[in-house]
């Protein structure tokens, strides 16, 4: 079992959005994926998706999820909201991946930098960041690149573009799930690889020696 989380303390980023895009495309490929949902927000109401779905925004729930998930296959997909700080960087330190998404913004640019800094510092490994909602046309990408030349080059896994149909997975299921538009599910599996490829170059092998998630009563 790998361990990813998505964090960020900057609102509007797309975490929610990339966490359920990645534990779609892991299933696409047929690859267990366990979505722990901890933001303070409500979870969705979820029908049929070809994912698991839980609500684990009390630490001791999310402890136990993860110690239950350790020695399954797949990948366990932490929706970190950002927004209670011990807890957060506890996850970042638990997990095998931590990933920031970052927006063509030059105040989430700073902001992200400042966040993966605060992680490291607390001991987590391995925080890297995700382009979010990268513009499609050559001129925006150029006007933008001043935002993202900030980020170290070999820290940003990957570069996902804007597709407004994303919304839909962040939507509750009011009947059976709908396989979302051809789009989503392709950027959903260009997430799954990069996201794959990006565990493999920090060496993270199949039966390598699982991190225990031991919370220690932490205070959040």
């Known amino acids: 079992?790998?361990?990813?989380?998505?964090?960020?303390?900057?609102?509007?980023i797309g975490k929610t959005s990339i966490a359920h895009l990645l534990a779609l495309g892991a299933a696409w490929?047929?690859?267990?994926?366990y979505l722990m949902h901890t933001d303070n927000r409500a979870p969705l109401k979820v029908n049929g998706r070809p994912y698991m779905y839980y609500d684990a925004?009390?630490?001791?729930?999310?402890?136990?999820?993860?110690?239950?998930?350790?020695?399954?296959?797949?990948?366990?997909?932490?929706?970190?909201?950002?927004?209670?700080?011990?807890?957060?960087?506890?996850?970042?330190r638990t997990v095998d991946l931590v990933v920031i998404p970052v927006t063509p913004d030059p105040e989430d640019?700073?902001?992200?930098?400042?966040h993966m800094a605060a992680l490291e510092d607390s001991g987590a490994e391995n925080v890297r960041f995700i382009v979010n909602k990268y513009?499609?046309?050559?001129?925006?990408?150029?006007?933008?690149?001043?935002?993202?030349?900030?980020l170290p080059e070999n820290k940003i896994i990957s570069r996902l573009a804007e597709i407004k149909a994303i919304?839909?997975?962040?939507?509750?299921?009011?009947?059976?799930f709908q396989t979302p538009p051809s789009k989503v599910n392709n950027l959903a599996r260009q997430l799954f690889f990069d996201v794959k490829v990006a565990l493999e170059s920090i060496g993270e092998e199949k039966g390598e020696v699982?991190?225990?998630?031991?919370?220690d009563d932490m205070k959040v």
């Open 1 to 12: 079992m790998k361990g990813i989380a998505i964090t960020g303390r900057k609102g509007g």
């Open 29 to 33: 490929q047929g690859i267990p994926a």
């Open 57 to 92: 925004r009390k630490p001791e729930t999310l402890e136990t999820l993860i110690g239950a998930a350790l020695n399954n296959d797949g990948f366990c997909i932490i929706d970190s909201g950002g927004n209670r700080s011990e807890f957060d960087k506890w996850i970042a």
């Open 109 to 114: 640019v700073q902001e992200a930098l400042a």
């Open 135 to 150: 513009p499609a046309h050559k001129n925006e990408r150029l006007f933008v690149a001043r935002y993202f030349a900030q």
């Open 167 to 176: 919304r839909l997975l962040r939507e509750s299921d009011v009947q059976e």
């Open 210 to 215: 699982q991190k225990t998630a031991q919370y």
